[in-house]
């Protein structure tokens, strides 16, 4: 089954730069989206079609893709940005389903 | 707004059985997927269940196929998920999550909104 692979871990200091990548091997052909989940509360999407903000979401938030990586990029992240981001795609023979990454705990401290 | 509102969780001993519900407003419900999507504590998340605008495309994960049922009321605007013979490995966080249709690929896209949850603990 097809696997979307995430560092279990970021960390940075406040106002730095997070960046926390998604590796699968259809990303070159489709699109990554974000999710962010603080503790206790339920996943937001924060980022769409590989770099689409949805309305709401900080300029802060940005997204990259290139070959069988996505890039969630957080430009001077604050400690509010920290929790667990998950990345999202589909499969090149599923375009139902599609599967969440293992999930990114990140600290801004 | 949209709002997803969650019912049904609880503690259930295995083998049990649980209804959840999910009330849906603020969106014309009838045009999107809905779909179920499970978190374990501390772990993280997995498709349970979706079902089409209509009800004529339904998905079960392996893991739960032949225990629970999604269905879908349009005229009541809400969501289920029947969950019958249930097992420990079932106890998660469950959330109702909309998913829009995309026209120009005729696949649904992800879950765009998501309700704050409910909790299934099966335990003896």
């Known amino acids: 089954s097809y696997e979307l692979t995430q560092p279990p871990s970021v960390s940075v200091s406040p106002g730095q730069t997070a960046r926390i990548t998604c590796s699968g091997d259809?990303?070159?052909?489709?699109?990554a989206y974000w999710y962010q989940q603080k503790s206790g509360q339920a996943p937001v999407l924060v980022i769409s079609e590989d770099n689409k903000r949805p309305s709401g979401i900080p300029e802060r938030f940005s997204g990259s893709s290139s070959g069988t990586m996505a890039t969630l990029t957080i430009t001077g992240a604050q400690v509010e940005d920290e929790g667990d981001y998950y990345c999202?795609?589909?499969?090149?023979?599923?375009?139902?389903?599609?599967?969440f990454g293992g999930g990114t705990k990140l600290t801004v401290l | 707004q949209v709002q997803l509102v969650e019912s049904g969780g609880g503690l259930v001993k295995p083998g049990g059985s649980l209804r959840l519900s999910c009330a849906a407003s603020g969106f014309t419900f009838s045009d999107y997927y809905m779909s179920w999507i499970r978190q374990a504590p501390g772990k993280g998340l997995e498709w349970v269940s979706y079902i089409s605008s209509r009800g004529n495309t339904i998905y079960y994960a392996d893991s739960v196929k032949g225990r629970f049922t999604i269905s879908r009321d349009n005229a009541k605007n809400s969501l289920f998920l029947q969950m019958n013979s249930l097992r420990a490995e079932d106890t998660a966080v469950y959330y109702c999550?909309?998913?829009?249709?995309?026209?120009?690929?005729?696949?649904?896209?992800?879950?765009?909104?998501w309700g704050q949850g409910t909790l299934v603990t099966v335990s003896s």
């Open positions: 999550a909309r998913r829009a249709y995309d026209i120009l690929t005729g696949y649904p896209t992800p879950p765009d909104s």
């Open positions: 999202y795609s589909t499969d090149s023979s599923d375009n139902h389903t599609g599967v």
């Open positions: 259809a990303l070159p052909k489709k699109y």
